[in-house]
């Protein structure tokens, strides 16, 4: 019988719950299950609820999805939000210290500190998470040895006795559950036959980002954004690379455009709240022809909105974003594999076209952990600079018209004199009011779109090549839209996927190829307005006919893709 299981772990922001999410997962990877892990937190520092959703199956997961098999509750908060959720076979385990009212009938283990460790007083927290940690192990059926040696590894450097405490309590959890959930058994899971990784999607880009020669990164902490700073920052020195934490995001900006113009490969990014400062910037990245990789990670607003939400709110900002035209990219992964190889895909269209170039990502996708392979990550990773090197011969011009729109590119300081202006300017790079030399130069510019789009597709699809009903989407809606797909099949329903991670310049051709067969085209998208929809309207005349929205802040589920598609004809 097929393994598919949801745990979810609840508590008050400070209580320990991602203490417990990270040595569970990491324990049922190494075991062989396939995991993957959602975030759901509030903006509040301390209290507030917040709650992960391990999902362990026998076969690739590429979504979470609803329901609770197992709930651990650290507070009394989390056991009345969630008990509802709770399967026909489910078991809760529970801070007895602070939950005092549990659902009757019900499976459950009691965990008090005074029984895990007994004797210590103020290790209570400690207790009581590592508690958590070997019941869960025992209500699955698994070796809890492997849980061990990790909860040693984490806690070695607070020394002995922290380290005894947890091997303590998570030994006496264990015992505690073991026998109690024999319907939750993962004990017919095979070893993996090689390594597995646990990763998040934006450890993945930032990885993708390193691998493809990041030498700069300059940014402003912003939920979801800062993951990707504090991903390459606890890599930095292994890898040499220069972070900045700007003061704000027009400084940050600027950091970047400024290393990027000396040289090197630079990165900022932010969420939609501080991009809205950098837009002034992103003009004279796009006037100057300076290539830079920006992340936009995007969150429910206007404003501040729901600062530690998800969203795909943004794709029109980004699109649009600064005066008059010029080009850009723009890129959205669905998983942390597309995160890592479109990272790197960026670096070389930024260098290739001389433009600013797009990672759009949101906190589904910068949170959400997947279980994935070394293979299914590219081996190796092309770095194209696109420097002209060596003497050069009579005057250089850094904006000569080509037909291709892309000018030679040198570096300051390494032969002929560079000359960059933020003003209109002619092809040696000085300012002019030339009304005829304005119209070439923005026509140059604007050609490297019809070069770049050649090099953009981006297409994932799933299901029969000719069902009539097909579910397009966008970056991280990837995962959900592919498991309703599934779903839809299985029921002997035809069904399509048809996912999108390359938006601009919009590849109409491959898109419209796509979606020839479709009859019944259902859009899926994390937005009000349906803002790829419009797009793809703009760019192939191709309308959806139907639109599955959400805009509450939580990520899709298959259940609420397959729910919005009940009494469409």
Request: aromatic share 6%.
């Amino acid at each position: 019988m097929p393994i598919d299981l949801n745990i979810l772990i609840g508590g008050a922001a400070g209580q320990g719950v991602h203490a417990i999410t990270l040595p569970l997962a990491k324990t049922l990877v190494r075991r062989g299950c396939q995991v993957l892990f959602i975030q759901s937190y509030e903006s509040r520092i301390r209290g507030g609820h917040l709650f992960n959703v391990i999902r362990v199956a026998d076969k690739p997961l590429v979504s979470s999805r609803e329901g609770v098999d197992i709930l651990v509750a650290l507070n009394q908060e989390t056991a009345a939000l969630h008990q509802g959720e709770l399967s026909r076979d489910g078991v809760i385990i529970y801070d007895a210290s602070l939950v005092k009212e549990v659902p009757a009938g019900r499976p459950s283990v009691a965990l008090r500190h005074e029984d895990l460790i007994p004797g210590e007083a103020k290790a209570g927290e400690v207790a009581v998470n590592a508690g958590a940690c070997g019941a869960l192990l025992g209500l699955l059926q698994v070796p809890l040895g492997p849980m061990l040696e990790l909860l040693k590894e984490t806690f070695r450097a607070k020394g002995a006795q922290v380290v005894e405490w947890n091997v303590q309590a998570a030994t006496r959890g264990y015992e505690l559950a073991a026998g109690k959930g024999a319907a939750l058994s993962l004990a017919g899971i095979p070893a993996p036959p090689e390594p597995r990784l646990l990763i998040s999607g934006h450890d993945a880009l930032a990885l993708g980002a390193l691998a493809a020669g990041l030498q700069f990164i300059s940014g402003y902490p912003m939920t979801p954004w800062s993951s990707v700073l504090n991903a390459v920052g606890q890599r930095a020195g292994r890898y040499g690379v220069v972070v900045e934490q700007a003061e704000d995001e027009i400084a940050a900006i600027n950091m970047a455009l400024g290393a990027s113009y000396a040289g090197v490969r630079s990165m900022t990014g932010t969420s939609g709240g501080g991009f809205c400062l950098m837009t002034e910037a992103l003009g004279l990245t796009a006037m100057t022809e300076t290539p830079l990789v920006i992340v936009e990670a995007m969150r429910p607003g206007p404003s501040t909105g729901l600062p530690t939400r998800t969203s795909q709110g943004d794709l029109g900002f980004v699109l649009w974003a600064g005066q008059d035209d010029f080009p850009r990219a723009i890129l959205a992964p669905g998983t942390p594999a597309q995160g890592f190889a479109l990272a790197a895909k960026a670096f070389n269209l930024a260098d290739r076209y001389q433009l600013p170039v797009f990672l759009q990502t949101d906190q589904a996708f910068a949170d959400t952990h997947f279980t994935h392979t070394a293979a299914e990550f590219p081996k190796q990773v092309e770095i194209d600079r696109s420097l002209e090197t060596g003497p050069a011969p009579g005057e250089y011009e850094r904006y000569a018209f080509t037909d291709s729109g892309v000018s030679p590119r040198r570096l300051p300081g390494f032969g002929p004199v560079v000359v960059a202006d933020s003003d209109e300017h002619t092809p040696d790079g000085h300012l002019t009011e030339d009304l005829t030399v304005r119209v070439k130069m923005h026509d140059k510019r604007l050609r490297k779109l019809q070069t770049m789009v050649k090099e953009l597709g981006g297409i994932s699809t799933a299901g029969p090549a000719d069902a009539p009903l097909v579910l397009a989407c966008w970056g991280s809606s990837y995962g959900p839209v592919a498991e309703a797909v599934e779903r839809l099949n299985a029921d002997k329903v035809p069904a399509r996927l048809v996912h999108m991670s390359e938006l601009w310049p919009f590849p109409r051709d491959v898109v419209s190829a796509a979606l020839a067969e479709a009859k019944k085209l259902v859009m899926v998208e994390m937005n009000a307005s349906g803002q790829l929809n419009r797009l793809l309207r703009q760019e192939t005349g191709i309308t959806a006919n139907h639109l599955i929205l959400k805009y509450d802040g939580a990520p899709f589920t298959p259940e609420f893709i397959l729910r919005g598609l009940k009494g469409i004809g």
